[in-house]
T-cell receptor, first 113, second 112 residues
Framework: DVKVTQSSRYLVKRTGEKVFLECVQD?????MFWYRQDPGLGLRLIYF???????EKGDIPEGYSVSREKKERFSLILESASTNQTSMYLC????????????FGPGTRLTVT | GENVEQHPSTLSVQEGDSAVIKCTYS??????FPWYKQELGKRPQLIID?????GEKKDQRIAVTLNKTAKHFSLHITETQPEDSAVYFC???????????FGSGTQLTVLP
């Protein structure tokens, strides 16, 4: 069974703080993704990585950065959190050639006050 | 890049009735179309997908149809049950086909 875990289920941060969200997968997947989920907007891709130290911008990368130092771990960084980054953040992973079959983590509900 | 539109945003049906959710896509090169189900408080999970070389695929009470000419695909759920209540997302490959673009989601409520 594929397992994708995220470091926190709930997080409350103040405006201007640096925030780290971590994602770990145990299936040796090459590809990892960070999405944010907002009501009525679906799942929007922030960044993805198809290999260690490789990253590509998704549809809404502004205000975010990522790090992938090890294959199993993909981190999302909010350099200076703002209230409009309050959202549900979902990590996902998949193997190359099966991009359609993404395995999601449980999500982190981030509130920025 | 790919643009995926999904309708309706909310759908209520009586238990036992059918439900249909529709999506359109913009990139004619897209060749596979997955559907995900997200139950309340849980993570999205793949429930079915269709490739561009077939027009329809069934798995028990769910089916997907694809019209490549019109660039739209649909999810059909028959004999709906309360456990079908969830948010459903369609998706299509985008960019270098290394990523998916998701639709905005449909909240399906099955009324007892």
């Amino acid at each position: 069974d594929v397992k994708v875990t995220q470091s926190s289920r709930y997080l409350v941060k103040r405006t201007g703080e640096k925030v780290f969200l971590e994602c770990v997968q145990d299936m040796d997947h090459e590809n990892m993704f960070w999405y944010r989920q907002d009501p009525g907007l679906g799942l929007r891709l922030i960044y993805f990585s198809y290999d260690v130290k490789m990253k590509e911008k998704g549809d809404i990368p502004e205000g975010y950065s990522v790090s992938r130092e090890k294959k199993e771990r993909f981190s999302l960084i909010l350099e200076s959190a703002s209230t409009n980054q309050t959202s549900m953040y979902l990590c996902a992973s998949t193997s190359s050639g099966r991009i359609y079959e993404q395995y999601f983590g449980p999500g982190t509900r981030l509130t920025v006050t | 890049g790919e643009n995926v539109e999904q309708h309706p945003s909310t759908l209520s049906v009586q238990e036992g009735d059918s439900a249909v959710i529709k999506c359109t896509y913009s990139d004619s090169a897209s060749n596979y179309f997955p559907w995900y189900k997200q139950e309340l408080g849980k993570r999205p999970q793949l429930i079915i997908d269709i490739r561009s070389n077939v027009g329809e695929k069934k798995d028990q009470r769910i089916a997907v149809t694809l019209n490549k000419t019109a660039k739209h695909f649909s999810l059909h759920i028959t004999e709906t049950q309360p456990e079908d209540s969830a948010v459903y997302f369609c998706a299509a490959p985008s960019g270098s086909a290394r990523q998916l673009t998701f639709g905005s989601g449909t909240q399906l409520t099955v009324l007892p």
